[in-house]
Nanobody, 124 residues
Framework: VQLQASGGGLVQAGGSLRLSCAAS????????MGWFRQAPGKEREFVAY????????YYSDSVKGRFTISRDNAKNTVYLQMNSLKPEDTAVYYC??????????????????WGQGTQVTVSS
């Protein structure tokens, strides 16, 4: 089972990036998915969550209104569209799969599978 995150890079403040998380080895179409990020010297923090059908999504206050999480279950892929990027968005971004569905979607221990991370760097 593998989650492959991609789409990171270097962008100027105010710019946009679209991250993708492609799953292989298992279908995640019935699993809730999340995006987290971790900056150097900081703990991993919740960014966004989407339920299995795509009908519900939640965001951290720091990205609400700028980021959009979506999914294409036919492609076993989850996306994170990031607009109006700020230097404080600089971090390694990770996608993760929540197999338990207990509701603690903002907590890393809730997630069973994790991708390897993709670096996002926003210059001022």
């Amino acid at each position: 089972v593998q989650l492959q995150a991609s789409g990171g890079g270097l962008v100027q403040a105010g710019g946009s990036l679209r991250l993708s998380c492609a799953a292989s080895g298992r279908t995640f179409s019935r699993d809730d998915m999340g995006w987290f990020r971790q900056a150097p010297g900081k703990e991993r923090e919740f960014v966004a969550y989407i339920n299995w059908s795509g009908g519900r999504a939640y965001y951290s206050d720091s990205v609400k209104g700028r980021f959009t999480i979506s999914r294409d279950n036919a492609k076993n892929t989850v996306y994170l569209q990031m607009n109006s990027l700020k230097p404080e968005d600089t971090a390694v971004y990770y996608c993760a799969a929540d197999l338990g569905g207990s509701g603690y979607y903002s907590q890393p221990p809730e997630y069973t599978y994790w991708g390897q991370g993709t670096q996002v760097t926003v210059s001022s």
